[in-house]
T-cell receptor, first 110, second 113 residues
């Protein structure tokens, strides 16, 4: 079974600062996903990373994938309050099976 | 309605009750999923339906019974639940293919007394 570990679990950062969330996974994963979840809301898809070296950016968020290191990162640039949420990464082992990390709860403070 | 919808949004039931959760996707996808989200635990995949056929059952207790009558609807039938089954139950759908991103519904918050 694919194990996915995220760190940190909790992150409090000031507006305007940069930070990175790390996602390690235990075995080969076909794809790597990043999701966002606001309190009381469902999961919203952010990125799908398909191959080694893949990098995707949307606004202040940038995700990358290193399949050799079994590591994905979600980099936050110049954080703003609207980015406060819980971020999940998930690996996939074929047949649509997603294995999620425990999530990183991000709080951006003024 | 757009996206993935779930009803009810909140459900409180006793251990002897029988209830059902409903999920409907309006995205034309061909795969649907049930997940359980408990406090302080990762999301757990419960069931996968691919083209209306169940392809995964990740050791879920038999008190949870899925039903997928067509590619747009998915049910989770509940009976004789335990308090530890209290959780947020999320439905998702996807179009099986190269990116296969799963789109999630808002969830049903279940409390078992």
């Amino acid at each position: 079974e694919l194990k996915v570990e995220q760190n940190p679990l909790f992150l409090s950062m000031q507006e305007g600062k940069n930070y990175t969330i790390y996602c390690n996974y235990s075995t080969t994963s076909d794809r790597l996903y990043w999701y966002r979840q606001d309190p009381g809301k469902s999961l919203e898809s952010l990125f799908v990373l398909l191959s080694n070296g893949a990098v995707k950016q949307e606004g202040r968020l940038m995700a990358s994938l290193d399949t050799k290191a079994r590591l994905s990162t979600l980099h936050i640039t110049a954080a703003v309050h609207d980015l406060s949420a819980t971020y999940f990464c998930a690996g996939e082992t074929g047949a649509n099976n997603l294995f999620f990390g425990t999530g990183t709860r991000l709080t951006v403070i003024p | 309605e757009t996206g993935v919808t779930q009803t009810p949004r909140h459900l409180v039931m006793g251990m002897t009750n029988k209830k059902s959760l409903k999920c409907e996707q309006h995205l034309g996808h061909n795969a649907m999923y049930w997940y359980k989200q408990s406090a302080k635990k990762p999301l757990e995949l419960m069931f996968v339906y691919n083209f209306k056929e169940q392809t995964e059952n990740n050791s879920v207790p038999s008190r949870f019974s899925p039903e997928c009558p067509n590619s747009s609807h998915l049910f989770l039938h509940l009976h004789t639940l335990q308090p530890e089954d209290s959780a947020l139950y999320l439905c998702a759908s996807s179009q099986v293919g190269p990116t296969d991103t799963q789109y999630f519904g808002p969830g049903t918050r279940l409390t078992v007394l």
